[in-house]
């Protein structure tokens, strides 16, 4: 399955969410979950995201699903990024 990185950032909304139910961040993984994707990782991080996530997903077409999903109760903003491995992208050119 192709793996993606969601860069996430907690709005206003979320972040007293946060403060009130700390797991809501992990709970909401299974919206996820749902949609048949996997997550591998996930990391609260510091700079200009507040927590990464790695997943992989069937196709784009589930992720953007996932991520409007999420992004619709306002709580998160996301970037979503395709990943290649490493690998595929030398072979790529070649």
Not at 17 to 23: A, E, F, V
Not at 30 to 37: D, H, P, S, T
Not at 70 to 90: C, Q, R, W, Y
Request: charged letters at 20%; glycine letters at 4%; aromatic letters at 6%.
């Amino acid at each position: 399955m192709p793996t993606y990185i969601l860069l996430k950032n907690v709005t206003e909304e979320g972040a007293e969410r946060l403060k009130t139910h700390p797991k809501w961040i992990v709970e909401s993984d299974v919206e996820l979950e749902k949609l048949g994707i996997n997550i591998t990782a996930q990391y609260a991080v510091i700079g200009p995201y507040d927590f990464v996530t790695i997943v992989e997903a069937p196709d784009n077409r589930t992720m953007v699903q996932a991520s409007t999903k999420l992004s619709m109760h306002g709580n998160v903003k996301i970037t979503t990024l395709p990943a290649l491995p490493l690998e595929d992208f030398i072979a790529a050119l070649r």
